[in-house]
């Protein structure tokens, strides 16, 4: 049984129609690449394989269940086996970056103490390289610091798969490395990733992984592009 099942899938705001209609299936261990241009749906598909967004027709299985079906015990299972890095971050804006931290070990972890939390937090920042104080807010921050903490947050529960939209954007060259090197590691650990990016060296190493594969978003619709030429 695939990891996901995505079974024509729509999602309409008031004023478009932005998914018309897409199936797809995701192995365990598997590396989904979302590619197309700007506009065509990619963030939107992603949060709807993710179960952020309710299609407003088809649905998504996890594991064989309707994401939108799930008891609440279900839903916080599936939500801690998956993270989530979103394009603009996402971090809490009135929290500080420990609170940031925090609030994903406080939701799934509830067992670890309050020093095993902060130490783990501490690991979670020399890993992805994050050295400023976690007394600052986002704000605080320039936009590749907070992607920074956002995949520090992603990463913090262990998760088995990792939804991650442009996760190197705002870094430069030696940030997007290392993130890189490190998302090399998930995925040959046996993890699932599903990742929507524009760059061309991601894409590439990306592709690089065993059990990889990449589709064109157009319009909505869902092209399959094994043949994607970089
Ligand atoms: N919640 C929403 N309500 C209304 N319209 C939306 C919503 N989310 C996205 N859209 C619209 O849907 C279309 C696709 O947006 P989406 O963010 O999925 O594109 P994208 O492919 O990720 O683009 P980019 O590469 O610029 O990030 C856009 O026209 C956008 O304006
Ligand atoms: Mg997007």
Redesign the pocket.
């Known amino acids: 049984m695939a990891l996901f099942s995505v079974e024509s899938v729509k999602?309409s705001?008031?004023?478009?129609d932005?998914?018309k209609g897409v199936s797809m299936e995701i192995e365990m261990g598997s590396v989904t690449g979302?590619l197309?241009?700007?506009?065509?749906?990619?963030?939107?598909?992603?949060?709807l394989v993710a179960g952020i967004?309710v299609p407003t027709g088809g649905r998504v299985l996890f594991d064989g269940k309707d994401i939108q079906l799930m008891s609440n015990v279900e839903n916080k299972t599936f939500r801690r086996r998956c993270s989530y890095v979103f394009?603009d971050s996402a971090l809490w804006a009135n929290q500080t970056i420990e609170q940031n931290l925090n609030l994903p070990l406080q939701t799934h972890n509830q067992s670890m103490s309050r020093d095993e939390r902060s130490s783990r937090i501490r690991r979670m920042c020399e890993i992805v390289r994050f050295n400023r104080p976690l007394s600052l807010r986002p704000v605080d921050l320039s936009m590749g610091e907070q992607k920074r903490v956002a995949f520090a947050r992603a990463l913090i529960n262990d998760p088995e798969v990792l939804f991650l939209?442009?996760c190197t954007e705002s870094l430069d060259q030696d940030g997007s490395d290392h993130i890189l090197s490190l998302l090399v590691d998930f995925i040959n650990s046996g993890k699932t990733v599903i990742y929507?990016s524009?760059r061309s060296e991601f894409i590439d190493i990306m592709n690089r992984s065993r059990n990889s594969r990449v589709y064109d978003?157009d319009a909505?619709f869902l092209r399959g592009a094994d043949d994607y030429e970089i």
């Open positions: 999602f705001s008031r004023t478009q932005i998914i979302l197309g241009r700007s506009g065509s749906g990619k963030s939107t598909l992603l949060k967004l394009q939209d442009e929507v524009h978003i909505g």
